[in-house]
């Protein structure tokens, strides 16, 4: 019986035909009773100090204050009760409003909602209490037993819409789970994937959803399965994002150039050489009788220290080079303003110098300048490395020769230059010597004029330096190369002049790309201060600021660049099947497809595994077999190619 007070009188509410129950008490354990023991139904088996009850065939001694009891019994076995949280039964409404503000007992609980008091009644009414949406238990102090309230309705309407929003929320997480573990997503799935594509690009480290389908959370494991789910395309570069390379050129508004004094130097012939492509011509050379000039794009004329352009370099550092696209240090339009050859004439910073009979440098003359130049390429001129560039080629030869008697690393080492066009991988080994090996001399020589020169006037710019490693090699084989190149450290900025081991150069400073390199752009910019007589040169602190900032930026650039090349040159082994498929097709030859064979030079071998280098592709893969000679060539077969790994594996077809 429920009571329901007012002002004027106390209503009584019999809900019949439920019938009152008496209160159970926490003294009333008998034997086949039915308790509540952590979470589980429970059967009284005997009462002595302690309680025996039994569950699932387990037996246990108990408190009587451990557990709770839901029914006087008897019942024999916990499995004949339907133990899920039971559906609100149609009753529910009617006795929240009967109960109100009362505690009432859970046989008169159970009464209420299932008009009965039986041992499932009894656990189904208790399930709903601590389920603890509908239901409170209350402690009641003068019975020392512990009653059952009604939640305010509101509460329990609150609840309820909290509870279908999170049970719709899992249900929704389910199915996205499911589709993700079929490997068919949806589009709308993409937006709940981005964690996924965080953890690939290395910006998180945890990710749910590769938790709960049982995929480890590493950067190859996240990669590996966009692609499958078609999130990423297969084709699709994560370096430059996981080396936190921005990906954006800079949009910065360009000021006019600072009038400067400059020498006419237009009389000279001066040839900007690059690669087939190159967008960037910053440098040309001449030579003016015995005298070398380097003329360089007069980036300082533009970006002044501190300036809204140079903050920006400095955060960058260099520019990015990928196969598939550029990111630039500097806006654009500085190189179409500057770029050596790119106008009818071309405003220049430019250091002479003479290269005597030993390869040292005399006579350094730097200046601002204006020039004509003229644009080519490596393959062009190399065909006339006996009538336009003879003389060039042997004045470079000089330094080279000086370098290489000054124990310069000279690792003849392949290197290939790597362009994506239209989605399609073309790779073409560089060549060795010829107006290359020219304009490499040069641009050195140069780097070690302007050391000397910034010594000799106190001009403080960065210098690079390279230690000396612990034996001097002079290596003539692809193996000692190979293994040559692992014993340096790599070359490093400093305030004050070094050697450069690997140069084979007494002290050095990169000076000759200013437009994609921040540290040559300050180089520029201390020289300019100098020229120009202002003496406002950065100090020490900020020149080391700098560096380091550079450095950073460099670092991760130069990074990003190798490992999206080994990306690249995976998809070329992939479309090299394609393609080769295609070829045959169109030929009406045989329609399958071949794998890419070719050369490989055993470098190096260790315990269990024998690393080859590739000359056509610059890749250095390892072997299983170990039965091979350093320096033997072998002809091998690509068998697999792994993407997120940046690995691909290789079989020996034949010994050549």
């Not at 630039?328 to 004439?345: C, F, N, R, V």
Request: proline letters at 5%; aromatic letters at 8%.
């Amino acid at each position: 019986m429920i009571t329901k007070s007012s002002k004027n009188k106390t209503s009584v509410f019999i809900s019949s035909p439920f019938k009152t129950q008496p209160i159970l008490h926490m003294s009333e354990f008998k034997k086949g009773a039915l308790v509540y023991y952590k979470s589980k139904p429970a059967i009284v088996e005997s009462v002595s100090d302690k309680i025996d009850i039994s569950f699932f065939k387990t037996t246990k001694r108990v408190r009587d204050k451990d557990i709770k009891l839901l029914h006087p019994g008897p019942i024999s076995d916990v499995n004949t009760l339907d133990l899920a949280l039971p559906e609100p039964p149609e009753t529910l409404h009617e006795t929240l409003e009967l109960m109100e503000d009362e505690a009432i007992s859970l046989s008169e609980l159970s009464d209420l909602l299932y008009g009965e008091f039986s041992p499932q009644s009894a656990w189904s009414s208790w399930m709903l209490v601590v389920d603890e949406l509908y239901f409170e238990p209350v402690a009641d102090n003068s019975k020392k037993d512990e009653l059952i309230k009604a939640r305010p309705l509101e509460l329990i309407s609150s609840d309820k819409e909290k509870r279908d929003l999170k049970l719709k929320q899992q249900e929704s997480w389910d199915a996205l789970i499911q589709r993700i573990s079929s490997g068919s997503i949806e589009e709308a799935d993409h937006t709940h994937l981005v964690e996924v594509e965080q953890v690939a690009c290395g910006e998180r480290e945890n990710s749910k959803i590769l938790k709960t389908i049982g995929i480890k959370e590493t950067k190859e494991a996240a990669h590996a399965l966009l692609i499958k789910l078609g999130y990423w395309p297969q084709n699709y570069n994560p370096w430059p994002r996981r080396m936190g390379v921005t990906m954006n050129n800079p949009e910065i508004a360009i000021p006019d150039a600072i009038e400067t004094e400059r020498r006419d130097l237009r009389h000279l012939e001066a040839w900007a050489i690059d690669d087939v492509g190159n967008q960037d011509p910053d440098d040309a050379i001449s030579l003016e009788g015995n005298r070398l000039w380097v003329h360089i794009a007069d980036v300082s004329s533009l970006v002044t220290p501190d300036s809204e352009l140079d903050v920006e370099a400095r955060s960058r550092g260099t520019n990015v080079y990928l196969p598939d696209q550029t990111i630039h240090m500097l806006p654009s339009g500085i190189t179409e303003k500057l770029g050596l050859g790119l106008q009818a004439q071309s405003n220049a910073l430019s250091i002479g110098f003479i290269i005597n009979e030993t390869g040292e440098l005399e006579d350094i003359d730097i200046c601002f300048s204006i020039v004509n130049v003229t644009r080519t390429t490596y393959d062009d001129a190399d065909t006339e490395l006996d009538s336009t560039f003879a003389a060039l080629k042997a004045v470079t030869e000089r330094y080279h020769q000086r370098r290489f008697d000054n124990n310069a690393a000279m690792l003849d080492l392949p290197e290939v230059n790597i362009k994506v066009v239209d989605g399609e991988v073309f790779i073409r080994p560089y060549g060795r010597g010829g107006s290359r090996e020219i304009v490499t001399e040069a641009m050195l020589a140069t780097g070690e004029a302007v050391a000397l020169f910034a010594q000799e006037n106190n001009i403080p710019i960065p210098y690079a330096y390279q230690p000396e490693p612990e034996e001097i090699q002079h290596p003539q084989k692809m193996s000692e190369y190979y293994a040559y190149r692992r014993c340096f450290k790599a070359s490093r900025h400093t305030t004050q002049p070094a050697p450069h081991f690997g140069l084979g150069l007494p002290m050095y400073t990169r000076v000759t790309s200013p437009i994609r390199r921040y540290l040559d752009l300050i180089v520029h910019q201390q020289l300019r201060s100098f020229l120009t007589q202002s003496h406002d040169f950065l100090d020490h602190e900020a020149l080391v600021e700098r560096i380091g900032l550079a450095d950073e930026g460099s670092f991760a650039a130069r990074k990003a660049e190798r490992n999206s090349n080994q990306h690249w040159k995976l998809l070329y082994l992939q479309q090299f099947k394609k393609k080769q498929g295609t070829l045959h097709n169109s030929n009406n030859n045989s329609s399958e497809n071949e794998d890419w064979k070719g050369e490989a030079i055993v470098v190096m071998h260790d315990e269990r595994k024998t690393t080859v280098v590739l000359p056509d592709l610059a890749l250095e893969p390892k072997l299983q077999r170990q039965d091979i000679e350093l320096d033997e060539s072998l002809l091998v077969q690509v068998q697999s190619v792994n993407i997120p790994e940046l690995q691909a594996f290789f079989r020996v077809v034949q010994g050549h």
